[in-house]
């Protein structure tokens, strides 16, 4: 059975940091992303990587994001630097299997930033 799971999320203040962290169980993954989603908006593209081991951060503000994939756990961590209130989100991980080429979605962890 396959599970993927977001965790790390909470509150924090504005200037801080976190890391999210995507387990995907009971699947090799070809791709993994991070989505984020605010209420009535659509879910935005922040990061991905491939088997290829690249990354990119669409759109995003240089050095926003660092995202680091652990092969043999099958995590990535997505970690958020200098959060403002507008990353107040729910953050989504999205991954392909390598072998099916079937995707999946975890069920969001809550970054609220706040002081």
């Known amino acids: 059975q396959v599970q993927v799971v977001e965790s790390g999320g909470g509150l924090v203040q504005p200037g801080g940091s976190l890391r999210l962290s995507c387990t995907a169980a009971g699947v090799r993954f070809s791709f993994m992303a991070w989505y984020r989603q605010t209420p009535g908006k659509q879910r935005e593209l922040v990061a991905y990587t491939s088997t290829t081991g690249n990354t990119t951060y669409p759109g995003s503000v240089q050095g926003k994001y660092t995202l680091s994939r652990d092969y043999a756990k099958n995590i990535v961590n997505l970690q958020i630097h200098n959060l403002r209130p507008e990353d107040t989100a729910v953050y989504f991980c999205?991954?392909?299997?390598?072998?099916?080429?079937?995707?999946?979605w975890g069920q969001g962890t809550q970054v609220t930033v706040s002081s």
């Open positions: 999205y991954v392909v299997a390598s072998d099916s080429g079937r995707n999946y």
